[in-house]
């Protein structure tokens, strides 16, 4: 089954024209999805400045990643239900479109660099977690985070400039 | 409102906008960004006033740590706005959501303002009484839910425009 298939059976869901073909349904998912995107990207932020020492390292740095990541992982989970639902109701123009494209590309690229970090840097977060400069890894991983949600953010934006509605 | 867009429509700064393809969305990004400071600093707050998150500071040090990020990036909010409502005065300014939208916004301000006056007056308003514990976690869920609209009436900007007759 080739790639062109496999989109035109996923626009040919139910679900998918309902999308495509109620009034609300797509602003409203749309809407739905900036509202799990802005707390995506503004609770991973707090933990990526405190990878840069910002407000302090007088918090501990678990204690900051406890707090936010679970709701970083909430939204995300609600961004990427929300995502998949205006995706399947237009595979085939959202596959071809570049924006969207190069979003993906950022998508994955924020996962690397998330896993790098969670399976090799945060290993000795102890040394580092409270009253301790950060060290470099660390403060890569942070801006290498803040630089692809940005990015994604901004080709996720793009995409509406190039697509019908917007 | 239609002959304050019409005007504006034709003023120098809208022709430049609208001239320069790349500023609106550009300037939308960065909208969206600031609004993505603006809601994570009021929902970190809130986790903090329900006690499920920031156990490691004080209400007031969870102000001072989220409230000037929130403020600053409402400016930010502010000036990208302005961009784009001079950039496309008939898409904002000729629009029943849009105004829906700066509504809700002003409730949502003015309760930002309040909370911060009343923690200043009383540090320990936000953490005392456990009686009020309900009506503190009632008014934390309807500020999240009024930011919520706030952005939903923000999209539903770009699907609600009068286009010019």
């Known amino acids: 089954m080739d790639i062109t298939a496999i989109l035109q059976s996923l626009e040919a869901m139910t679900v998918a024209s309902w999308v495509r073909e109620s009034d609300w349904a797509f602003p409203m998912i749309e809407s739905v999805h900036v509202i799990a995107l802005v707390l995506v990207f503004g609770t991973i932020a707090i933990v990526d400045l405190r990878l840069l020492g910002m407000p302090t390292t007088s918090v501990a740095f678990t204690a900051i990643a406890r707090d936010c990541l679970l709701w970083t992982w909430a939204a995300f989970g609600l961004a990427v239900i929300t995502g998949a639902l205006m995706f399947v109701a237009n595979a085939t123009s959202y596959y071809d479109n570049f924006p969207f494209r190069m979003k993906m590309l950022c998508l994955v690229l924020a996962g690397i660099n998330m896993a790098v970090f969670e399976l090799v840097t945060f290993r000795g977060v102890s040394r580092w977690d409270k009253d301790h400069p950060v060290p470099i890894a660390g403060k890569i991983a942070g801006t290498l985070s803040l630089t692809f949600w940005i990015a994604t953010i901004t080709f996720g934006r793009w995409i509406g400039f190039t697509k019908v509605p917007f | ?165």
């Open chain 2, 1 to 165: 409102m239609g002959a304050l867009a019409e005007w504006l429509a034709g003023t120098q700064a809208s022709l430049a906008i609208q001239d320069m393809l790349w500023i609106v969305p550009t300037v939308q990004t960065v909208h969206i960004l600031a609004m993505s400071v603006v809601m994570s600093s009021m929902f970190m707050i809130g986790l903090r006033i329900l006690n499920l998150a920031g156990g490691y500071h004080t209400m007031t040090e969870a102000a001072r740590r989220f409230l000037p990020w929130m403020w600053w990036a409402l400016a930010v909010n502010l000036i990208t706005g302005l961009v784009l409502i001079i950039g496309e005065p008939w898409r904002t300014l000729n629009n029943p959501t849009f105004w829906l939208k700066m509504a809700l916004l002003a409730v949502a301000v003015a309760a930002a303002a309040g909370f911060e006056r009343t923690l200043r007056r009383d540090a320990g308003f936000w953490e005392r009484r456990p009686g009020d514990r309900k009506t503190v976690r009632v008014l934390v869920a309807t500020n999240f839910l009024l930011w919520c609209c706030v952005i939903v009436a923000g999209r539903w900007i770009a699907y609600t425009d009068v286009p010019p007759p």
